[in-house]
């Protein structure tokens, strides 16, 4: 059972020896001899990738099974016997129901993503693919979160387990700068336009808890022409696909997803992530987030808080993580040091003009204090100006408060 920050390469860590070991053997037709579970579409398709290119040199076959492909070609990869099958749990009992693949021969068995798997309700189907494999075998379980819930499933199915944890569980990679940014319902969407639009972004993703949300942002910020596209569990698997596809290679700028994208994507050049909507599962809340900061790579993640809800659920976020998420507004400098400087610097010219000016004046003869007003403002100019250590004038004593809820002192993107 292992479990490591994301983007850490947990793929790679069961990947590269299972091609060492299968390196000998032969498969037989339709007796995979190791299975690799994942819970979504779009991360068994990433694991195949990556076996592929890491067994580019080693005569290897490899079969992918997940919905919204045809069985047909699926059905002729089983055929010809493969030495790792990459499947989702539901289309793989699929073909096993209609009898076109056997698990007897199954010597390595590696469930990726297990906290996923118990809560997307796969448990019943991992439980009876297991009831199916032979009793003796490898078995792996992998996670950035391994929760007690986990343990209890793995002495399921695993005899004699050893856990390797290489971080804490549910540390959010050191790589990432976390904000949080206070708003309300009615300014939300403006909010993360102006986060959009302030920030030094290569690309990002953006997640909503429901897919209506989904819908009705992409067509908002499509309006104020954000290049951005859609990611959700009701989409066909081609549009999910194509939509994946269009922003690893950069055609698409903004991925707006739910949780189907927020579990083992590993797209690199991801440089922010925003959670429009807070997520209600604080272990979501570090996968979320995980999708940059990759490889040692900088990211930066920004959580929009807009109701008492999310103030309940950025509390259990922070408890999990160990962690007080700093508020946006309070990152920023003030930017009065500038003008301060910019001030200081023409102080002594401004002087010295003044002086020069009054040198060529010609005094007036009058008594002195012959008028009273004359002597009143005199003696008003006269009073030392108050300066600090470095001689500079002070600015005016601000007197309009110092609570963020006073809205003449709110930051301008927060208004």
């Known amino acids: 059972m292992g479990s490591a920050q994301t983007g850490t390469g947990k793929t790679a860590s069961f990947t590269l020896p299972m091609i060492d070991i299968l390196d000998s053997g032969i498969a037989k037709a339709r007796m995979p001899r190791s299975l690799i579970l994942a819970p979504t579409r779009e991360l068994a398709a990433q694991v195949a990738e990556s076996f592929e290119k890491f067994s580019a040199n080693h005569n290897l076959s490899m079969a992918l099974l997940i919905g919204g492909v045809s069985f047909s070609d699926q059905e002729s990869a089983l055929e010809k016997g493969v030495d790792v099958l990459i499947a989702t749990p539901g289309r793989l009992l699929d073909h096993f129901e209609r009898g076109k693949v056997l698990l ?3 010597k390595i068995l590696v469930i990726d993503e297990a906290d996923r798997m118990l809560d997307m309700g796969f448990i019943p189907d991992v439980e009876r693919i297991v009831s199916l494999l ?3 075998r490898q078995t792996l379980f992998f ?8 343990h209890k499933i793995g002495d399921k199915f695993v005899m004699n387990p050893k856990i390797i944890e290489v971080a804490r569980v549910s540390q959010t990679a050191s790589t990432i700068t976390q904000f949080i940014c206070k708003t309300t319902p ?8 102006d986060l959009l639009n302030s920030e030094p972004i290569n690309n990002a993703v953006i997640f909503c808890n429901r897919k209506k949300d989904i819908a ?7 309006t104020h022409n954000f290049n951005v596209a859609a990611l959700h569990g009701d989409m066909t698997q081609s549009a999910r696909l194509a939509a994946l596809k269009a922003f690893k290679d950069g055609e698409t700028r903004y991925l707006i997803a739910s949780d189907v994208a927020a579990r083992g994507l590993d797209i690199p050049s991801v440089s922010h992530v925003f959670n429009y909507d807070v997520p209600s599962s604080a272990e979501d809340y570090v996968h979320r987030i995980g999708r940059t900061g990759r490889a040692g790579r900088s990211g930066r993640a920004f959580t929009l808080v807009s109701g008492s809800d999310d103030e309940k659920y950025l509390a259990a976020i922070e408890q999990l993580i160990s962690v007080s998420i700093p508020e946006l507004s309070k990152e920023n400098p003030k930017p009065t040091a500038k003008s301060k400087k910019n001030s200081s610097e023409k102080a002594p010219l401004q002087k010295e003009v ?6 060529n004046v010609e005094k007036p003869k009058t008594k002195p204090f012959e008028n009273t007003e004359k002597a009143a403002l005199q003696k008003e100019t006269e009073k030392p100006v108050k300066t600090n250590r470095y001689n500079e004038k002070r600015p005016p004593e601000w007197t309009g408060g110092n609570n963020f809820k006073d809205p003449d002192s709110l930051p301008a993107f927060l208004k």
């Not at 009615?186 to 336009?193: D, G, P, T």
């Not at 009705?216 to 499509?222: H, I, Q």
């Not at 003044?354 to 040198?359: A, I, R, V």
């Open 104 to 106: 007897q021969d199954v």
């Open 134 to 136: 032979p009793k003796i």
């Open 143 to 150: 996670s950035a979160t391994l929760s007690d819930e986990i």
């Open 186 to 193: 009615k300014l939300k969407q403006s909010q993360l336009r």
């Open 216 to 222: 009705s942002l992409v067509r908002a910020l499509k």
């Open 354 to 359: 003044s002086e020069k000016s009054l040198n």
